[in-house]
């Protein structure tokens, strides 16, 4: 009987190394990135198509606004304005000027009558003695009448020479005076700076 003897030369590692990566897996993935890149292209499509549809919309709205403002502007520039209320704002824009003009005026002269008044009562008080009274004055701008009473006649010449002294009656000159006396009443007298006006009684 013959003896038979094996030698086994096989290794393993003679063996071709095993890949991670085989085909199939490479078919698979390529098949999924494909899928993923489709429905990326379907939806950015999709988002472009409706973004252009807004666009469109509004372009078209924006045109119908630039139409009503063209029509608007057409209207405003054909419209003319009432004749009538023109010259209604005009004479109440002159009547007001007018009103405005005439209020300065009076407050000037009320400033200046009040003024003028206060120097010459002043100038007045410092005139006065115990014999003469006055009972009315009136003054129109540079134009003084003066009426009053005295008890001594001599008092009355001598109280106008000191009005000749004050500072609002400096360099007037009295045009007439007159004097009466009632029975059982003081002497009576007007003096005016104007000869035009009659002095009243």
Request: no cysteine; proline share 3%; hydrophobic share 40%.
């Amino acid at each position: 009987m013959s003896q038979k003897l094996r030698v086994n030369l096989f290794d393993k590692s003679l063996l071709p190394k095993q890949l991670r990566l085989s085909f199939q897996r490479l078919a698979v993935g390529s098949g999924a990135l494909l899928l993923l890149f489709v429905v990326a292209i379907a939806l950015a499509w999709q988002s472009v198509n409706s973004l252009q549809a807004d666009k469109a919309q509004l372009t078209s709205t924006k045109r119908q606004f630039d139409q009503q403002k063209q029509q608007l502007e057409m209207q405003l520039a054909a419209r003319k304005p009432d004749a009538k209320l023109v010259d209604t704002v005009e004479l109440k824009g002159q009547q007001l000027e007018l009103k405005r003009l005439l209020l300065k005026e009076l407050s000037q002269r009320e400033a200046l009558t009040s003024q003028g008044y206060s120097l010459l009562l002043t100038d007045l008080a410092r005139v006065a003695d115990n014999s003469i009274w006055l009972s009315r004055i009136r003054v129109n701008e540079d134009k003084y009448v003066f009426e009053g009473f005295s008890v001594d006649p001599n008092g009355v010449p001598q109280w106008v020479e000191r009005l000749r002294t004050t500072e609002t009656l400096k360099g007037h000159a009295f045009a007439a005076m007159t004097m009466s006396r009632g029975e059982g009443q003081p002497l009576g007298f007007t003096l005016t700076s104007d000869a035009t006006e009659e002095p009243q009684p």
